[in-house]
């Protein structure tokens, strides 16, 4: 049956690509029980729904209880009942409104519409009592207007079906009193209208009839039975004075101790016996066992512990249900027998956490104490270790172990370690505990810092900016804190008394190598020293690494022309017969270059030619040769500027400006040419500073060789290693100079350079490392002109 329905609404929710909707809850009500196949209501035309259509998609009710109430008829539309409804089945509350709610689905499109349909209450439920046969024991002597409390009828139904009203046999002695509870919940006491005589009717039987107000009207009904009492003038006895039990420990709740048996020789009520604690009994005996006051039954209500109670004593007390009771009573005593219930347990008593890593083996670290609260062999322990350390247990007393290093510790190795110590009982079955005890080692200094490699080379290249990173030489020392905090040095070494401190620096934190100056390649190639790294620790350690830096050349250095020979800035003039045959030798450059390497190889280029058909030059040697005889057509003056360019990237160079002049006398040949007027011209045009030049050198040489003098007498000292070689002047006349100091003076070089042309040769200078800053060499002047295939490799000699 429809009662009502509100308004309903329409919501379009977007679920992937369907959509969904969901009306407003639809209301019926129903009463309980209706047949199977009765109809509700119209769902389709409730919800708007196209009945014809209805067959095509697919409908779905909830399911309650496993249990389908509901269904529709995809023909018609209609909502009918699938299965009867017992509302007090569904709705287990009383008094509260049962409603069964649903939702239905149907698909194609998806709809979902939610219903509630309420459940009303039919009478169909009969009141009943909780006890069918109600017994009640009334003393002889009691008096009229005595009341008895009975026990009330239910009714599971609600409303005006439940219990309305309660009926009482015909009985002269006794009547009912009928009230109600705050619920509306109907009660009922039985009242004693006249005094009863035991000896005229000893049992008096009486029907209670409970009736509700349903129509038609229901109704349940419960004998009583009253039984009059005689006097009570007899106590009860027990069997035993003394009860004695055995119960083993954590037995189950529930578990039957024993029961008593008391007896009263009076009749009815005087002979009914409850059972109870007296004052003698402790409350925490109380709180262990239970006893039933009716059956005299004593069951355990906790949990027995040996270790807690071994033996329990209980007072009980029988009284009877007399007017005047009278009471008996008994001791029952509890022995608690043991079981192996209880863990064994681990007292640490005296722990170091830390030590060392450098203890010695045998120390203590721990006194470990082990217990367990049973007895016998449940009361016997053991303690053990789970797995192998370099620890060891030693029992030194039944209960007490020592645990002591066995075996020398490593920090580095093993910087922690979990002890588990694990203690079990002899117990059936055996039960263990364990704790974990927990070392740190403490780190000594017993490593020495380590560099990654033993030998490292370090390329630097020349005109390097003084304050350059050269590289990072980390050490690493496994220690910890100060025992690992590392300062780096240069171990001092002195090389040309000059100290390595004062052309390195490391940086004492991280070990990162810096150049303290430019190097020059020309003068120092490279370098052997030590890097020492040390801890902090007490005493401290140390490693060393050996570091070899070695100096790359540059192109730093310009190509020096030194022949033809010419005042700075001015330009040779030489003079040749216009004569000269084709492939004479008219001039020859030579360059040198203070560089090494690709840096100092020279080639030789034009820069400017006069006439480019008249002269060639070689690109190796720098020979200028006619390549054809002069004619009359060719300029009297020739200019040409040579362009000497080292191999260096970027390159670099110098040049030099020759001009030749053609006469129409003949000249001698060049090399004669070069012999006697060279001498002349140059002398003759610089005979002054030739003359100072030579008493300077003269006086400086006479000063070196005294002091040497002085030197040599004197006593040796030690030395740690052998000072730098100074090269001297080589010559093929075996000229020699003594001191590379006297090399390095520009006059005496000048001198040398004039000498040496006068005779015959062509002096050539070039710097070089450690020590000279020049080397001298001389060339034959025959063989610079005759000779042309050999005139590059022995323009230059480098000194090894």
């Known amino acids: 049956m429809k009662l009502d329905r509100r308004s309903r609404f329409l919501f379009f929710v977007l679920w992937g690509a369907t959509w969904r909707a969901a009306l407003s809850v639809t209301r019926y009500s129903i009463p309980e029980e209706m047949e199977r196949g009765s109809a509700v209501a119209n769902l389709a035309a409730d919800l708007g729904l196209d009945v014809t259509g209805l067959a095509q998609r697919e409908v779905k009710l909830d399911v309650f209880h496993s249990k389908k109430y509901l269904d529709v008829n995809k023909k018609t539309g209609e909502l009918y009942i699938a299965e009867k409804i017992d509302r007090e089945y569904l709705c287990p509350i009383k008094n509260a409104i049962c409603y069964l709610k649903l939702d239905v689905v149907i698909k194609n499109p998806l709809r979902i519409f939610n219903i509630e349909l309420e459940i009303t209450d039919i009478n169909d439920n009969a009141p009943?009592?909780?006890?069918?046969?109600?017994?009640?024991?009334?003393?002889?002597?009691?008096?009229?207007?005595?009341?008895?409390?009975?026990?009330?009828?239910?009714?599971?139904?609600?409303?005006s079906n439940t219990v309305k009203t309660y009926r009482l046999s015909e009985s002269e002695h006794f009547g009912i009193d009928i009230h109600?509870?705050?619920?509306?919940?109907?009660?009922?006491?039985?009242?004693?209208?006249?005094?009863?005589?035991?000896?005229?009717?000893?049992?008096?039987?009486?029907?209670?009839?409970?009736?509700?107000?349903?129509?038609?009207?229901?109704?349940?009904?419960?004998?009583?039975?009253?039984?009059?009492?005689?006097?009570?003038?007899?106590?009860?006895?027990?069997?035993?004075?003394?009860?004695?039990?055995?119960?083993?420990?954590?037995?189950?709740?529930?578990?039957?101790?024993?029961?008593?048996?008391?007896?009263?020789?009076?009749?009815?009520?005087?002979?009914?016996?409850?059972?109870?604690?007296?004052?003698?009994?402790?409350?925490?005996?109380?709180?262990?066992?239970?006893?039933?006051?009716?059956?005299?039954?004593?069951?355990?209500?906790?949990?027995?512990?040996?270790?807690?109670?071994?033996?329990?004593?209980?007072?009980?007390?029988?009284?009877?249900?007399?007017?005047?009771?009278?009471?008996?009573?008994?001791?029952?005593?509890?022995?608690?027998?043991?079981?192996?219930?209880?863990?064994?347990?681990?007292?640490?008593?005296?722990?170091?956490?830390?030590?060392?890593?450098?203890?010695?083996?045998?120390?203590?670290?721990?006194?470990?104490?082990?217990?367990?609260?049973?007895?016998?062999?449940?009361?016997?322990?053991?303690?053990?270790?789970?797995?192998?350390?370099?620890?060891?247990?030693?029992?030194?007393?039944?209960?007490?172990y020592e645990l002591i290093v066995s075996e020398p510790l490593d920090r580095e190795t093993v910087h922690e370690y979990e002890v588990n110590l694990v203690v079990t009982d002899s117990g059936t079955p055996p039960l263990s505990d364990n704790e974990t005890i927990t070392v740190h080692l403490l780190d000594v200094n017993d490593n020495a810092p380590t560099f990654p490699q033993s030998f490292y080379t370090i390329q630097v290249k020349e005109n390097n900016a003084p304050g350059d990173l050269l590289?990072?030489?980390?050490?690493?020392?496994?220690?910890?804190?100060e025992n690992q905090y590392l300062v780096y040095f240069i171990v001092e070494k002195e090389i040309a008394n000059t100290s390595m401190s004062m052309l390195f620096s490391v940086n004492p934190e991280n070990g990162n190598l810096y150049a303290l100056k430019a190097f020059d390649y020309e003068i120092e190639k490279e370098f052997l020293f030590h890097i020492e790294a040390r801890d902090s620790g007490v005493p401290p350690l140390c490693g060393n690494v050996t570091v070899h830096v070695v100096i790359l050349d540059q192109n730093d250095n310009t190509p020096v022309i030194v022949s033809p020979w010419r005042a700075h800035g001015s330009v040779?003039?030489?003079?040749?017969?216009?004569?000269?045959?084709?492939?004479?030798?008219?001039?020859?450059?030579?360059?040198?270059?203070?560089?090494?390497?690709?840096?100092?190889?020279?080639?030789?280029?034009?820069?400017?030619?006069?006439?480019a058909t008249l002269f060639s030059l070689d690109q190796y040697n720098g020979e200028i040769r006619t390549t054809r005889m002069f004619s009359y057509r060719d300029a009297r003056h020739q200019r040409l500027v040579v362009i000497a360019k080292d191999n260096g990237d970027p390159a670099l160079s110098a040049t030099v400006t020759i001009k030749l002049s053609t006469v129409e006398t003949a000249l001698k040949s060049y090399s004669d040419l070069i012999e006697e007027p060279l001498e002349?011209?140059?002398?003759?045009?610089?005979?002054?500073?030739?003359?100072?030049g030579l008493g300077s050198v003269s006086f400086l040489l006479l000063i070196t060789i005294l002091v040497t003098i002085v030197l040599k007498c004197q006593k040796p000292k030690p030395s740690k290693g052998a000072p730098p070689c100074r090269n001297s002047v080589i010559s093929e006349r075996n000229s020699t100079i003594a001191d590379s100091t006297l090399v390095s003076n520009d006059a005496y070089w000048y001198s040398l350079f004039l000498a040496e042309t006068r005779k015959g040769k062509l002096v050539v200078r070039q710097p070089v490392p450690k020590g000279s800053r020049y080397f001298v060499s001389s060339i034959p002047r025959s063989a610079g002109v005759t000779d042309t295939s050999d005139s590059a490799a022995s323009t230059l000699q480098y000194s090894k």
């Open 128 to 159: 009943h009592f909780r006890m069918d046969r109600i017994e009640l024991d009334v003393s002889e002597s009691a008096a009229p207007g005595e009341r008895f409390s009975l026990p009330n009828a239910v009714d599971p139904d609600v409303g």
């Open 180 to 400: 109600a509870g705050s619920d509306g919940t109907k009660y009922v006491d039985l009242v004693l209208k006249k005094a009863l005589d035991r000896e005229a009717q000893a049992a008096h039987r009486l029907i209670l009839t409970a009736i509700d107000g349903g129509a038609p009207t229901r109704s349940g009904t419960a004998s009583i039975v009253v039984r009059v009492l005689d006097t009570n003038d007899n106590p009860p006895r027990f069997d035993r004075q003394l009860y004695s039990v055995d119960m083993s420990e954590n037995s189950a709740i529930g578990t039957l101790v024993t029961k008593l048996n008391a007896t009263d020789a009076d009749e009815g009520p005087n002979a009914d016996v409850a059972y109870s604690f007296t004052l003698y009994t402790s409350e925490k005996t109380q709180q262990m066992f239970d006893l039933n006051s009716n059956t005299g039954e004593i069951t355990v209500k906790g949990t027995l512990d040996f270790e807690d109670m071994k033996i329990y004593e209980m007072h009980i007390e029988a009284k009877d249900n007399g007017p005047i009771p009278l009471t008996g009573q008994c001791r029952v005593t509890v022995l608690v027998t043991d079981m192996n219930d209880n863990y064994p347990e681990i007292t640490v008593k005296s722990l170091k956490n830390t030590l060392k890593e450098n203890v010695p083996v045998g120390t203590v670290i721990a006194l470990v104490g082990i217990s367990d609260r049973d007895t016998d062999d449940n009361g016997k322990v053991r303690l053990s270790m789970n797995r192998h350390m370099p620890f060891r247990l030693i029992n030194s007393s039944d209960l007490h």
């Open 471 to 481: 590289s990072s030489l980390t050490a690493f020392d496994p220690d910890l804190h």
């Open 572 to 611: 040779v003039e030489e003079k040749i017969p216009r004569s000269t045959d084709k492939g004479t030798l008219v001039a020859k450059v030579i360059a040198i270059d203070t560089d090494s390497f690709q840096n100092s190889r020279i080639t030789y280029q034009f820069l400017q030619n006069t006439d």
């Open 680 to 692: 002349y011209d140059i002398f003759s045009d610089l005979n002054l500073y030739l003359v100072i």
